[in-house]
């Protein structure tokens, strides 16, 4: 066991969109694993258990050392390995390439596709993760590693398959990538130990490459995945990290229909890497915060939330003897899904933002006797978001690709000695979509391939506020109840308008490390 060490838990970025049940026996084993690894906490309730620990020049000074060609290579090879896979094993009808077909695909240039909501904001986003990691193991640094992971979305888009290249494949595979691939990153950093020999090492290795795959291809590549150094072999070190686990009950409502509800086993993640108030280091992602989601509940999506928010540079505002206030720069990538609903029919909610990026503001107080407070808000640009359609119900798709803003808000208080925590938090997105079809237009005969709209034009917003109280009922182990609202309100160009409300709660036990 990997005893001691903090490791991410964003391996669920390798989830498919349609898991096997072998896939989900997999992930959830790992997660049980990596769920007994100790840590240092700074979400609500603080449990204080490792030190930070430096990284050592000498690692430092060697893996940050670049190497473009192997970095290149490594990307052009996985785009030539997927389509490989994709052409001889899969046989997609999607992969029979040709010069002809290149050249179409230059000739008609970019258009938005209908894939599913999983499969673009989410599958594209973790495969430019590799691309960007392929990069970053190679000593490149976080803008640099997103240069090869436009190149290597550029190339698939327009080499690697017969379908039109994607502009929404374009910009969610580099950015989220970026978002994904750095978390990876870090992740696969803190679980490498070379000073170990024998299973102990191997178990880490491994680790290392579930997390981030590219990376350890590049130890093995070098044949550092086997040697002995007197140095743990990170970049980072030994970082703060937080991290809470909660299983239990969770139910979900479509607009009040509780008989129809569906309910069944839910896990969520929540982890925080960094201090929230250093400012001292430049480096992206030196903070971030990640929650995830996974439900075993009939009909619904295995995958049911991300959210992910990563600070790109940061400023202090003050410091003072009973306060701290920073203001940064912040990458944001959200993602909820949901599938319909009982005997309605309906589906609840849908949303993908793999490329955002805003202001955002931490305020925590000093530890008072009997509480401590902290607080944050975000203000962001969305560059590229996709939000649940009622009519836009075609091909693989039911969404509409859109662009606009989104606000973020909440507050932690934590009462008598850290026995009580009480969370809230409110998210609100508007998104805008610009190019629709032609009304009228018949979607069950239209050519998918060739269409080239944004969805129904509009204008929708989503609300989804979190109220969440944990109760420490032994040691490092809570009682918590989880409360959920959505609120979607979209305004169409050629149909009426649209309100839905959902709800879900969760009755859950938190484990905090």
Same mark, same amino acid.
């Given at each position: ?35 007994? =690894? ?23 000074? &060697? ?6 060609? &192997? ?5 052009a090879g996985m785009n030539l390995s997927l389509w490989a896979f994709d ?5 997609? !009808? ?91 990153? &870090? ?12 299973g102990a090492r191997a178990g880490r290795e491994i680790a290392c490459f ?97 959210? =992910? ?24 990538? !959200?993602?909820?899904?949901? !599938? ?23 305020? &925590?107080?000093? !530890?008072?006797?009997?509480?401590t407070f902290d607080c944050f808000a975000h203000a962001n640009i969305v ?131």
């Amino acid at each position: 066991m990997l005893s001691g060490q903090p490791i991410m838990l964003i391996f669920i970025a390798m989830l498919i969109i349609r898991p096997s049940s072998l896939l989900k026996r997999l992930i959830l084993f790992l997660f049980f694993i990596v769920a007994s =690894l100790s840590a240092f906490s700074q979400i609500p309730i603080r449990i204080r258990v490792t030190e930070e620990i430096p990284p050592d020049s000498a690692d430092v000074e &060697r893996m940050t050392k670049r190497h473009f060609w &192997r970095a290149s290579a490594e990307v052009a090879g996985m785009n030539l390995s997927l389509w490989a896979f994709d052409r001889f094993v899969q046989h997609g !009808d999607f992969s029979y390439i040709s010069l002809n077909t290149i050249k179409e695909n230059f000739k008609v240039g970019f258009k938005w596709d209908n894939d599913k909501l999983g499969t673009n904001t989410f599958a594209h986003p973790y495969n430019g993760s590799l691309y960007y990691n392929a990069a970053r193991s190679n000593g490149f640094n976080f803008w640099q590693s997103e240069l090869f992971a436009i190149a290597g979305s550029g190339m698939w888009e327009l080499f690697m398959e017969r379908e039109y290249p994607s502009t929404n494949d374009f910009i969610a595979t580099p950015i989220g990538g970026a978002a994904l691939g750095e978390v990876l990153f &870090r992740a696969s950093d803190a679980v490498l130990d070379d000073r170990l020999t024998g299973g102990a090492r191997a178990g880490r290795e491994i680790a290392c490459f579930i997390l981030s795959p590219m990376k350890e291809i590049n130890r093995i590549i070098t044949g550092e995945a086997w040697k002995v150094r007197p140095t743990r072999g990170r970049l980072f070190g030994q970082p703060n990290f937080a991290l809470r686990a909660s299983v239990g009950y969770r139910a979900l409502e479509y607009n009040g229909h509780f008989r129809d509800m569906h309910q069944g086993l839910a896990i969520q993640i929540d982890a925080e890497y960094g201090d929230r108030f250093e400012t001292k280091s430049k480096a992206p992602y030196d903070y971030f915060t990640f929650k995830a989601q996974l439900q075993m509940m009939k009909t619904q999506p295995f995958l049911t939330q991300i959210e =992910l928010k990563g600070r790109l540079l940061a400023r202090e505002l003050f410091d003072k003897h009973d306060s701290k206030g920073s203001i940064g720069l912040y990458q944001h990538f !959200d993602f909820y899904d949901s !599938d319909t609903i009982g005997t309605l029919h309906k589906v609840p909610f849908k949303l993908g933002i793999p490329a955002s990026v805003g202001a955002g503001f931490l305020f &925590r107080d000093i !530890d008072r006797k009997h509480h401590t407070f902290d607080c944050f808000a975000h203000a962001n640009i969305v560059m590229l978001g996709s939000i649940l359609s009622d009519h836009y119900t075609t091909d693989d798709r039911n969404y509409n690709w859109a662009t606009g803003f989104s606000l973020k808000g909440g507050a932690n208080l934590v009462l008598h000695r850290n026995r009580l925590a009480i969370s809230v938090s409110h998210n609100y997105y508007r998104l805008f979509t610009l190019t629709g079809y032609q009304y009228g237009t018949d979607l069950r005969v239209v050519n998918f391939r060739k269409l080239n709209v944004m969805g129904d034009k509009s204008v929708a917003s989503l609300n989804m506020t979190e109220a969440r109280v944990d109760w420490r009922v032994w040691r490092h182990l809570f009682a918590t109840f989880l409360f959920t609202n959505y609120a979607r309100s979209s305004h169409y160009r050629d149909f009426l308008p649209v309100r839905t409300n959902s709800m879900s709660f969760a009755l859950m036990a938190s484990y905090k490390f």
